[in-house]
């Protein structure tokens, strides 16, 4: 089975807790902790004490899967098209602590724990935890931290997609983002970055995916509109890959570390907005450590267009869409020169109808340009659909149907796949 070269996806999604959707810069890992940690602080918020509101959640969903290695079936022996159901169990909790007119301090868990019907060697379990805060004096002072911690064993990939398709992969990551900066008169801001994420595979097989990446930034931040802000931001960061067992031939002097530029301009919203998240476009500059990779292959320095967009719009209070669009580059490991350029977009629904239905709908595609094979250079496309919906059957608990499909095709047939999938949900947030 081929590791690193099938299309992404993320937990957790608006209605059902197994959506997909084509990932930007951010890990796929540090997403799905993200999504995962969002269901436990809306919508409930029912027990308090003081300015202390505690939000416990429990998902619980049954998945068909008629494809769960995302494979052909093109290699009887490792590449068999296997189908299964599988029970998650997710449950989370938030501690959040309100500010009064300042931000706030956010902590959280959640779990998901699959558990595969006829492939139970399968079953895995992931546990992530965060710790969120934001706080804005009334002077101008902003500082923000948001740290998220997981511990993951599910098949889901990370954002290069190695792992993708392969349950127990088993890894850990942490991201940190924090800010400072300064407020004039709610007209115009000045922002400092600092983040840092690092992932560890257990086994040492898969030591070319350790890495950590330190970045800083700068940004400044106007008003052009009573809820609408533009931005100009500049990042430097270096990426690391820190793992060189013996043997294996991958040293400092030859392995797949770099450092970037990246200048990035936009558009973003406050809360209460007609839109909400980021028009994000920018250029990014990389340039290797090292000349030649163990195999004597050289490094290409890459400069190209990147985009980070994620944007929802509340046409109505029942009617939402979203539009993302995404640029990124993503190199498959510490061992080998190999990237590709990942471009691609999504658009998304979410209707409520007879007050007590949602309907979603969502459709993606992007598209992969390898640098290396070159004879003919690799491409792949990625294309996702996917509808369901949800019942408010209390204020606090929903159930949901939904169905998936995800296709890639490339001119490399081996790495072609079809899966389809097919989730019944019950959802409680108190």
């Known amino acids: 089975m081929k590791k690193d070269m099938v299309f992404g996806c993320v937990v957790l999604g608006l209605i059902m807790f197994l959506s997909y959707e084509v990932t930007a810069q951010t890990s796929a890992e540090t997403l799905r902790a993200q999504e995962a940690l969002a269901q436990s602080s809306t919508p409930g918020g029912k027990i308090t004490f003081g300015k202390l509101k505690i939000v416990p959640a429990l998902n619980l969903a049954e998945v068909y899967n008629d494809n769960i290695y995302l494979t052909n079936g093109s290699n009887d022996t490792t590449e068999q098209v296997v189908s299964d159901w599988i029970f998650h169990a997710m449950p989370a909790i938030t501690f959040d602590y309100t500010l009064e007119g300042r931000g706030g301090l956010q902590v959280g868990y959640a779990g998901d724990f699959a558990y595969y019907a006829d492939t139970s060697f399968n079953n895995w379990k992931n546990n992530s935890g965060f710790l969120k805060f934001d706080y804005q004096a009334p002077g101008g002072l902003i500082l923000g931290l948001n740290n998220v911690y997981a511990n993951l064993s599910d098949p889901y990939g990370a954002s290069n997609e190695f792992g993708l398709g392969v349950p127990q992969t088993k890894r850990w990551i942490n991201t940190l983002n924090t800010k400072a900066g300064y407020d004039f008169s709610n007209q115009f801001m000045v922002l400092g970055y600092y983040n840092y994420y690092i992932q560890d595979y257990k086994q ?46 991958v040293t400092d002097q030859n392995d797949a570390s770099l450092h970037y530029n990246r200048v990035s301009a936009g558009l973003t919203w406050d809360s209460g907005a007609k839109f909400g998240g980021e028009l994000n476009f920018g250029y990014i500059w990389r340039t290797y450590d090292n000349e030649f990779d163990p195999s004597g292959d050289r490094y290409e320095n890459v400069n190209t267009w990147n985009a980070a967009t994620r944007i929802n719009y509340f046409a109505t209070s029942t009617t939402t869409l979203s539009l993302a669009i995404i640029r990124a580059l993503r190199d498959t490991g510490a061992d080998n020169s190999q990237y590709y350029t990942d471009t691609g977009f999504s658009l998304g629904l979410a209707q409520v109808f007879l007050q007590r239905f949602t309907l979603t709908l969502q459709g993606a595609y992007s598209k992969y340009v390898y640098n290396i094979p070159t004879d003919p250079t690799e491409k792949q496309d990625n294309y996702l659909a996917s509808i369901g919906v949800n019942y408010r059957i209390w204020e606090w608990l929903t159930a949901g149907v939904a169905y998936t499909y995800l296709n890639k095709e490339s001119n490399y047939p081996q790495n072609d796949y079809t899966a389809n999938l097919v989730i019944f949900s019950l959802r409680g947030v108190y």
């Open 204 to 249: 040492e097989s898969d030591f070319t995916q350790d890495y950590d990446v330190n970045e800083f930034g700068l940004g400044l931040q106007t008003r052009l509109g009573s809820k609408t802000w533009g931005f100009l931001r500049y990042h430097y960061g270096y990426q690391d890959y820190y793992s060189h067992p013996a043997g294996s031939g």
